[in-house]
Every structure is written in C-alpha cells, then in structure tokens.
Nanobody
C-alpha cells in the first residue's frame, strides 16, 4: 500500500479556485493509477477524477468536466487536482486514492490506498 497525504483545501468563494495536492510515499508511485473522490455532508463518497499511471489518460465525473483538471508529477510522487469555477455544491472532504490497475475506473474498490482527506468549502 501507499501512504497518501492531501493538502491544499480551504475556504473559497464561489467562482474561485483551489489546487489540491496529494503526496505519495511509494517509490513505485509511477505504477499507480491515482484518483480523487469527495464526500459531502450527509452524502456518500463519490468519484471526481482519475489519471492513469503514466498520466496519459484522465477521466472525470460529469459535474466537474471543464472545471477540474487532474495531473501528476511522477518525479515528485505527487498528484494534483486543479479546481476552477468552484460552486457551493463542490463543498466536501476530498480524498486522494491510489490503485495498481491499468486503465480508467471510477470504482472505489479499484483503489487500495486512501489519504485522510482535505476539506474544501465553497461559500456562495
């Protein structure tokens, strides 16, 4: 498993931007697909975005397409989530996840390592 530590959350006004970072401990980071999930109060955790191990392909849930961008720097063992045009409905705890699989998946079961989460709050 991989140890993951998220950072970059905070309070922002609607229309603003934040960039989340997730630092991974594994020397084999480049072999892991990485994903971002979120959980709003009173709701189940949901998929947000995923990037393949090489960074060559990405996948987003429809509600964030065109506003969020996932990227990774394998030299720094870090994955990012750039969030623009934030909306109050984006308010949630955001989790970083890692999985050793090929391709794209939004299933939580595909990921076997999770961070502790970082709070993102968007005010209207």
């Amino acid at each position: 498993q991989v140890q993951l530590v998220e950072s970059g959350g905070g309070l922002v006004q609607a229309g603003g931007s934040l960039r989340l970072s997730c630092a991974a401990s594994a020397r084999t980071f480049s072999q892991y697909a990485m994903g971002w999930f979120r959980q709003a109060p009173g709701k189940e955790r949901e998929f947000v975005a995923q990037i393949t191990s090489s960074g060559g392909s990405t996948y987003y849930t429809n509600s964030v397409k065109g506003r969020f961008t996932i990227s990774r720097d394998n030299a720094k063992n870090t994955v990012y989530l750039q969030m623009n045009s934030l909306k109050p409905e984006d308010t949630a705890v955001y989790y970083c996840a890692a999985g050793r699989f090929v391709g794209l998946s939004e299933r939580e079961a595909a990921f076997d390592s999770w961070g502790q989460g970082t709070q993102v709050t968007v005010s209207s």
